[in-house]
T-cell receptor, first 117, second 111 residues
Framework: DTGVSQDPRHKITKRGQNVTFRCDPISEHNRLYWYRQTLGQGPEFLTYFQNEAQLEKSRLLSDRFSAERPKGSFSTLEIQRTEQGDSAMYLC???????????????FGEGSRLTVL | DQQVKQNSPSLSVQEGRISILNCDYTNSMFDYFLWYKKYPAEGPTFLISISSIKDKNEDGRFTVFLNKSAKHLSLHIVPSQPGDSAVYFCAASAEAQKLVFGQGTRLTINP
């Protein structure tokens, strides 16, 4: 399977614990995005990388959240001192270089569902 | 501030009829608009897109219409099929940056 891969698919943790999610994008996709989706809402942008550079961070991304993309390949999203409000589906997406022909299409993974008790 | 809005949380349509999903946006800098489809326990998948220089784009049973003066776009599915039952998200971007999504509309196609 050559799609976007996310791990773990489901994480249950206690409030105050740290959690880390991993995303493996489609190979040769230079952009990688993290979104968060809560029940009844659309995906909300968190951050995105072009290669290894983090180009934009949403104000939703508090200082408890950190994302990395070392070497421009896979990415990790870490949440420290989790709160019940962090419970959501965390979606990763990637997109290829546009080559002057932008399509806007993102390729999403199946998501990592976080439940904070 | 909700820059992309889908005001209908749900829509029910009879099989074979036309489904029309609507989306409004507020940011005049948006220059690309997309529709995504999402099944339960899966990530969203791309359906169709339109550039702001066009007012219509068609792909098989799916057509997207863009009315820039009204800041409104719509997705038409005809004829609707049971497999079209899913949540549909409208999304927009400005200058090839991040996508901003609407809240989604749950479409149910009844046999």
């Amino acid at each position: 399977d050559t799609g976007v891969s996310q791990d773990p698919r489901h994480k249950i943790t206690k409030r105050g614990q740290n959690v880390t999610f991993r995303c493996d994008p489609i190979s040769e996709h230079n952009r990688l995005y993290w979104y968060r989706q809560t029940l009844g809402q659309g995906p909300e942008f968190l951050t995105y990388f072009q290669n290894e550079a983090q180009l934009e961070k949403s104000r939703l991304l508090s200082d408890r959240f950190s994302a990395e993309r070392p070497k421009g390949s896979f990415s990790t999203l870490e949440i420290q001192r989790t709160e019940q409000g962090d419970s959501a589906m965390y979606l990763c997406a990637s997109s290829p270089p546009s080559g002057g022909r932008y399509t806007g299409e993102l390729f999403f993974g199946e998501g990592s569902r976080l439940t904070v008790l | 501030d909700q820059q992309v809005k889908q005001n209908s949380p749900s829509l029910s349509v009879q099989e074979g009829r036309i489904s029309i999903l609507n989306c409004d946006y507020t940011n005049s800098m948006f220059d690309y608009f997309l529709w995504y489809k999402k099944y339960p326990a899966e990530g969203p998948t791309f359906l169709i897109s339109i550039s702001s220089i066009k007012d219509k784009n068609e792909d098989g049973r799916f057509t997207v219409f863009l009315n820039k003066s009204a800041k409104h776009l719509s997705l038409h599915i005809v004829p609707s099929q049971p497999g079209d039952s899913a949540v549909y998200f409208c999304a927009a971007s400005a200058e090839a940056q991040k996508l901003v999504f609407g809240q989604g509309t749950r479409l149910t196609i009844n046999p």
